[in-house]
């Protein structure tokens, strides 16, 4: 027993599963209804054979004619049971169907449209559980749930009015273990209520260790302290093995109790020894017996179906409150309808924007300044000070909290997605490769683009070559045919952004993956990419910058100096103190290429 039980006990149809199912609520119902119709004409062969023994037993014997006709009544009872019974659960299926399609196309619509920020690890360990796990346990809700209460159901309520029908006393009398079943198992569930939640706590201590042991692993080897790792994985499954007693062993007992009242057997003997006793005192025919008999110990079946079902309901209930709340995720406010607009040229302009991640700290704030088409500008300060966040409010991962940032003019909240990626481009130092030939993940903006054009693309990114090594060139695929370092994985990237030709470049960290002869060909794939482009840099190495028009110091969220390399140099502020801790004093401005 586990102890969902408790809380599967409790109703839950309705809340996140009836609001996920409502487009197919009303046929998932008629589902019940065939499939409760057809449980009960399937039963109705039991009430033949006793209506048979009771003539047979009669005074006079069963004559050929009704023993056919209560034959064939069995039969095609039988028949239309298990026909209504097989629509019920295509109709459910067919459902089932129809909701998952809708629920995955709607998560994916909903997943364009939220900020690309959103997009964490976090966020993608949920998208993976909703697209493929939730949607998965709202099957067999959809698909299983329905028929099986209206197949239980159904079974249940007509052998009752049968039972009521032939001898109410004698049914009352053999029904009564049914209740004793629930009262034992009420108070199992109490017993162990108390220990639940120590239980699923150990439970999750466990989960937490294997992931801390497996993600972990790397870091843990190198430092020499597996052995501690282990041991803490060890002492998290000692844990649950004494809550998983403490659990189970007051449930034992009730739960043995329980079983063994409803078991068939004792159904049985509760049936022959109350029906004897009636028979005996001529309350009822010895042949009235039979329908006891034959349908009592069958409602076992459809009542235990009925109790382990929930624990479906009670699952599905955790998967459709995840798949609402992704239904639900904040999405980028739309460009009012309409009012979309086209930009005038490339300048880029930040106009007091301020950035606050949670209500806790702001991040950015009154920051303004203006990218001068073809020029560059990059962003520098100290580690934390806000340089990423920056990029990323450009490249519309979240809006600005304040103010606003315009391309030619236009906010790009009143932009929509296409248009501003047409026009910025970025690198960043997270590359992400789809499992797809190196030519498509090149082309991933731009489908269309011809060989010819994405070789070119490979060649600015001086990453060609490379690709040409590959067992199939440009149709290898990546982790199959070969795997790419972070450098060349940024070469890539580049090669993506050079195909999209955008006069407005972002570039964060270009060349933080890469080694030293592997960073010096992106410099100079991006400095040969980046003529005639606006470009906005967010330099961690001064001496990466230092040709740039403008740069800009950023601290604690705030801009605290700006303008040229010997400007700022000059200032002896914040930047020259940079500067001089970053060791790069004796570095010429002609010793490293230029972005
Ligand atoms: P670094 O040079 O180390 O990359 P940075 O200057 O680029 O730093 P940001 O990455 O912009 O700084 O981070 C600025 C602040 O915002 C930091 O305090 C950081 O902890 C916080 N921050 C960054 N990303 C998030 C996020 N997704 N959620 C909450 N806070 C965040």
């Known amino acids: 027993m586990d102890p969902q039980h408790k809380a599967s006990a409790e109703p839950q149809a309705s809340g996140p599963i009836g609001r996920l199912l409502n487009p197919v609520r009303g046929r998932l119902l008629v589902a019940a209804l065939l499939a409760a119709v057809g449980a009960m004409l399937t039963l109705v062969p039991l009430a ?9 037993l009669g005074a006079g014997g069963i004559a050929a004619q009704p023993l056919w006709q209560l034959v064939a009544l069995s039969l095609a009872s039988l028949f239309v049971g298990m026909l209504l019974i097989s629509a019920g659960e295509l109709l459910a299926h067919l459902a089932d169907n129809r909701i998952t399609h809708h629920l995955r196309l709607a998560l994916v619509r909903r997943l364009s449209r939220v900020p690309l920020g959103w997009f964490s690890e976090r966020a993608s360990g949920e998208v993976k559980q909703a697209l493929q796990d939730d949607i998965n346990t709202l099957h067999n809700l959809t698909a299983h749930f329905y028929t099986t209460v209206g197949r239980a159901g159904g079974a249940i309520l007509i052998s009752l009015l049968y039972l009521f029908w032939v001898d109410w006393r004698l049914a009352i009398i053999a029904l009564l273990p049914f209740p004793g079943f629930f009262l034992f198992f009420a108070r199992a569930m109490r017993a162990s209520g108390a220990n639940m939640q120590a239980f699923a706590a150990k439970m999750a201590g466990i989960d937490s260790a294997v992931a801390e042991f497996v993600n972990g692993i790397a870091v843990v080897k190198s430092f020499g302290t597996s052995g501690r790792a282990h041991s803490r994985y060890r002492e998290a499954v000692d844990e649950f093995a004494e809550a998983f007693i403490g659990f189970t062993r007051p449930l034992v ?3 043995a109790n329980a079983n063994a009242l409803i078991a068939p057997v004792a159904v049985l003997g509760v049936v022959l020894l109350a029906g004897s006793l009636f028979v005996a005192q001529g309350w009822i025919a010895a042949a009235d017996l039979l329908p006891f008999v034959l349908v009592t110990p069958g409602l076992c079946g459809p009542l235990l179906l009925l109790h382990y079902i929930t624990h479906d309901l009670n699952h599905a209930s955790g998967a459709a409150q995840r798949v609402q709340a992704l239904l639900e995720t904040p999405v980028l406010a ?3 309808a309409g009012l979309e607009r086209v930009p005038q040229g490339c300048e880029i302009r930040f106009e007091g924007v301020g950035y606050a991640y949670d209500a806790e700290r702001q991040v950015l704030a009154d920051i303004s300044f203006n990218l001068e088409p073809g020029t560059t500008t990059a962003i520098v300060g100290r580690s934390g000070a806000g340089k990423s966040t920056l990029a990323r409010l450009l490249l519309r991962f979240f809006d600005p909290s304040q103010g606003r940032i315009t391309l030619g003019g236009v906010d790009l909240r009143q932009l929509d997605s296409a248009s501003l990626y047409r026009h910025i481009g970025f690198v960043l130092q997270d590359v ?3 499992h797809a030939t190196v030519r498509d993940n090149i082309a991933l903006g731009r489908p269309s683009a011809s060989q010819q054009q994405i070789e070119e693309a490979a060649r600015t990114a001086n990453i060609h070559q490379r690709i040409l090594d590959l067992p199939r060139g440009y149709d290898s695929v990546v982790g199959e045919d070969g795997q790419f370092s972070g450098g060349e994985q940024q070469q890539l990237s580049i090669a993506r ?4 030709d955008p006069p407005v470049l972002v570039l964060d960290e270009a060349t933080a993956a890469a080694d030293a002869d ?3 060909a992106i410099q100079d794939a ?3 990419f980046a003529q005639g482009r606006t470009l906005l840099v967010i330099a961690h190495r001064l001496d990466t910058v230092m040709q740039a028009e403008r740069i800009i110091v950023i601290d604690n969220g705030r801009i605290a100096e700006q303008g040229r390399h010997a400007e700022l140099l000059a200032q002896r502020g914040l930047y020259a103190r940079l500067w001089n801790q970053g ?13």
């Open 432 to 434: 992400r490769l789809i």
């Open 253 to 255: 007992a009730s739960m």
């Open 48 to 56: 033949a054979i006793a209506q048979i023994a009771r003539l047979a």
């Open 334 to 336: 739309p460009a009012p």
């Open 526 to 528: 991006l400095s040969r």
């Open 518 to 520: 592997r960073e010096v």
């Open 497 to 500: 952004a050079v195909l999209l």
């Open 583 to 595: 060791g790069y004093a004796h570095t010429t401005e002609q010793a490293v290429p230029a972005c």
